[in-house]
């Protein structure tokens, strides 16, 4: 039978992935949404959230779409209430209210899930299993996008808490962290500061393990988002965000699941995790890319650049 969830902030991936993938899903349905102003067809709307956890007892499962810096309160209420909850990335705005959001998950025995949705990416799990046993030389991201397009009119994203290019950046983190077989740490940054804006708007990142990262919003064209591993047996070349995977240039043919190449089928596996992590009671919270996140604004060198309008 399927569970009673509500939405928790109805912006851009609320509308472009959750809502669909929660009405395409047997085991969800989407019984209200919390929203000031976005409303979806079928889902009774609250103005906030505390009015709708009084007034739902029904809706055991809470999912946030909401940016990282208001996440924690809404979380925290959830949980205080009894319900289970979901949390886009990045999990929160400060590692240490992430840590809460567990202790509190595993205190009450609810589930809080930090989801990382480009690790659903069709070819990220045969990248990882591609590379476990060999020998890892060297590592490149590229993460390239317009912000005008990914992010139209989001100020939230450009002030403290937002991480600026480093939100976007994270997938990446979230899908190095997932297919390198040994943990790598941050060793320096510069990070390209908007001369009016608080937070990056490029971004390059250097690890041990000859690791190196670049991300950019100011990308006008096509978004690039790839990762190149070399090895000892080899290259690797994920492209698209994790969709696709090329070994020593040939591009590895993925078995055609239900998700394979289907953006929104990173959200429909989530939901499918989400299930399973609530019918045990478990909390999954892999807090690593967001440390790299946090070490890059720890010890990265501030560049300013020239200001950043919409
Ligand atoms: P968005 O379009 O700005 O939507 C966020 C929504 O949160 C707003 O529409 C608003 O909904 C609600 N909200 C509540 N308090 C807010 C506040 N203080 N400031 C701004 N909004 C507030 O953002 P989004 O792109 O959907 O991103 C939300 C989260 O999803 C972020 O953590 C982001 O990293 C992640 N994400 C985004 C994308 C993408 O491509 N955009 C992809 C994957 C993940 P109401 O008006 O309904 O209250």
């Known amino acids: 039978m399927a569970m009673n969830i509500a939405l928790v902030g109805i912006g851009k991936i609320a509308v472009d992935q959750h809502v669909p993938s929660i009405q395409g899903s047997s085991s969800w349905r989407l019984a209200a949404t919390v929203s000031r102003r976005g409303t979806v067809a079928g889902a009774k709307r609250y103005p906030d959230i505390e009015t709708m956890l009084a007034a739902r007892p ?6 946030l779409c909401l940016p990282p810096a208001p996440r924690f309160a809404a979380a925290s209420a959830a949980l205080e209430a009894g319900r289970h909850v979901m949390l886009e990335k990045p999990p929160g705005a400060t590692l240490a209210e992430c840590g809460s959001l567990g202790s509190l998950a595993r205190k009450h025995e609810l589930t809080v899930f930090a989801t990382w949705h480009s690790r659903e990416a069709a070819a990220v799990g045969a990248a990882r299993d591609w590379i476990e046993g060999k020998c890892v030389r060297r590592v490149h991201v590229v993460w390239r996008e317009d912000v005008r397009k990914w992010h139209p009119g989001q100020d939230w994203i450009f002030e403290p808490g937002g991480m600026g290019v480093l939100d976007p950046g994270i997938n990446a983190l979230s899908i190095l962290t997932e297919i390198l ?7 320096g940054a510069r990070l ?14 250097e690890f041990s393990g000859n690791v190196t990262a670049e991300f950019d919003w100011r990308e006008r064209g096509r978004e690039v988002w790839t990762i190149n591993v070399e090895t000892d047996a080899g290259s690797l070349l994920l492209t698209e965000g994790g969709g696709r995977m090329f070994v020593d240039g040939v591009e590895t043919q993925l078995s055609s699941g239900p998700s394979a190449g289907s953006p929104s089928g ?20 892999d807090l690593r890319p967001m440390i790299h996140v946090a070490d890059a604004f720890l010890i990265g060198r501030r560049l300013t650049v020239g200001p950043f309008d919409w």
């Open 58 to 63: 029904d809706i055991p499962v809470v999912s």
């Open 192 to 205: 390209r500061f908007p001369e009016n804006r608080q937070t990056p708007i490029a971004a390059d990142l």
């Open 266 to 285: 990173e959200y429909s596996r989530l939901y499918a995790r989400m299930a399973e992590l609530v019918a045990v009671r478990a909390v999954e919270m």
């Open 181 to 187: 077989p040994q943990p790598v740490h941050l060793r």
